[in-house]
């Protein structure tokens, strides 16, 4: 039976969580650009406020007063309900995110299982929007969004389903926090328990996790369904002001997400290194609690970093080998990560045959796919030709000494 | 293009779909028009449109001095001005059968060169912008800058410096030009190595452009292509060594000639011109003598009846310039050749059967400017 105490708390909860959000967002947004500047020998935003902290305010308030111009032919309900399909599932997905023991909105023992389904969601806003904008690039960018989020979501559940059956738990608090699991009549020992984080012990889960999760947030190099020189935008052409303003929302929100899940299920969130044992068993609790959500925070804006310097580092994949690349390399690692995991622990081999399992066949992949595209031996194809005379006398290009 | 029968490629009965892409588009470098039939992802036809920039420039010329020609000719190939005008200067000496004094060839070849790293450098940068990558161009605008900065110490204009003359240069160079030449040619070589060390054997570049928007040989000669596009695709001919004018007869330089025909071939032959135009340019700043400037001419250039065509090697490649005149201090009639305008001819050809990302990367790597196939 659900008290009326509980609604009023899930409601307050869920009001602090959008207010946290927001605030993550703008910083998002601010380091992103910051960032970028400093890639690309800029200064990025500098003006309001100091080091131009200010600036994702600034333009909070440029959106949010602008004009909200809906094309003549797009179905008004379609276009208008697009954006809140977007940002819907992106908001629902905090309620069962910990940011420390006990931090979160709501706890869900199958997290791992909601996260799955409220993720995939998504698609259908940006399909919504393709359509729903009556124009072309939209359409084509809608497309590319769900064909490429559909795919992209099938190594990020495997691997999510390794690290489930890794923990024997679908709980994120479980996976972080780290409760002795007892499997074969051996105790595993990870981030919560003074052990290593997931990272060292899957870093197969990890890649993989990590380069879908790119993909799934259509971040460089797969911004495919946005790409500015292609489709100008994709599903976000049409949109202006507010609108538009609540699909960067999103945007970020899921940024954070996919950073704060990398962090979550292989960096040991809030409890690596333990606080408590930083801190001294004496700590008051607050204390402790504090500090492990600071150093979530911290590893979180981290892999937020990476993202963002990827983004200042790498061209855009083509739709054909994006998708190439999904099937035939990420879900056959994400599988073989698995079935791994399956093995190590039904076999009951020590926990670091996996790293010494996953490390060589990952180093093999990788050394696979540069030879494919990046051989050394078929980058040779220009060539130095020099004037030289011929036997007639007449002065012609010919291929300079040394070059075949 | 319209009229496939629907299902013909074996697709399910779908008709194409045509997509407008541009002329504001943010990969078709200025207003070019591209009408993409288009059946998935895969690019089934095309259709260009150009003339969105057209000036008359040709007409215009009738009209105009040979001096006043100048100025119209800084704006055909808006990113390599310097080029352009001495493709007119060196048609209008031809007729004239001047003899331009040493120290102004030199300094045309060291100002031609200059303007060649900066328009390759300006390739780069879109190039990558295309390809997705935003990184490359603000590095490669930065170099850029400093050629301009360069340019508008000696020319007075950044852009459109009307700056040659026919039979010399507007004025001589300052007293620190080679000092600041030479010291500008170790920051390019920096920065060259910088862009070319960040993008050129990314995997996901590699990916993108190896085998990408394929020309033979025969082919490209046969559309006319000219400059990289053509040497790319294992063609070696550069007016510079074929038909020397100016003083390139003097200095030793290489051309880059790629195998493929692929667009990263067409990328990456530019990258190495680059390099190449910096050994020019040195070894112009260490042959360049002081001197005249100007021949002796009279102060408006009256050519004799007759016609003439010259050319050079543009950035882009085959800039020609023809000349009819009956006498006058006005052309008869002036025809250029413009090397973007041929080297967009085979669009169609490379695009079509490919994704529409590529078509974006094949317009790329042909490096066309609008002001010149306009005109």
Redesign the interface.
Known sequence: MVTWSEVVLTALGLGALFAALMTVVLSLTWLERKLLARIQRRAGPSVVGPHGLLQPVADAIKLLTKEDVRPADAPRFLFWFAPVMVVLPSYMLWVIIPFGDGLLVRAMELGLIYLIALSVLEVVGLLLAGWGSASKYSLLGGFRAAAQLVSYEIPIIIVIIAVAVFVQSLDLRDVVGGHATTIAGRTMSYAGQGGVPLALVMPLGLVVLFIAGLAELGRTPFDIHHAESEVVGGPFVEYSGAHWAVFYLAEYMNTFFIATLTVLLFFGGWSWPSPASVLGDSAPPLAVNALGAAWLMAKVYAVAGVIFWFRGTYPRLRIDQLMAFGWQVLIPLSFANLILVATVLYYGWPTWTLPLISVPLLAVVARVAFRRYADPRKMKTVRMFTRSTRADGETVLAPQAGES | MTARVPGAAGSPQTLD?M??MGPQ???THGVFRMELAIDG?RVVGLIPHIGYLHRGSEKLCEHEIYSQIITLFDRLDYVSNFNNELGLVLAVEKLMEIQVPERASYVRMILCELNRIASHLLFVGTF????????PS??TF?DREMIQALFEATSGARMMHNFFRVGGIKEDVADDFVVRVDRLLGELERGIDEVDG??S????????T?GVGVISGPDAIDWGMSGPCLR?SNV???VR??E?YCLY?RV?????????GDS??RY??RV?EMRESVKIVRQCLAQLQPGPIMAQLRRIARPPKGEVYAHAENPRGDFGVYIVSDGGERPYRLKVRPPSYCNLMPLRDLVVGS????A?VILGSLDIVLGEVDR
């Open positions: 779909m997509v407008n588009h943010p990969a992802e990558a912008l295309d390809a997705g990558a935003m990184t603000l590095y930065r960040m993008l054997f990314g995997e996901v570049l590699l990916a993108r190896k790319a070696p001919y550069d060594i074929d020397p007869d030793e330089f290489g051309v880059p000639v790629g195998t493929q990263w071939d990456y032959t190495v994704y529409i990302a590529d974006v």
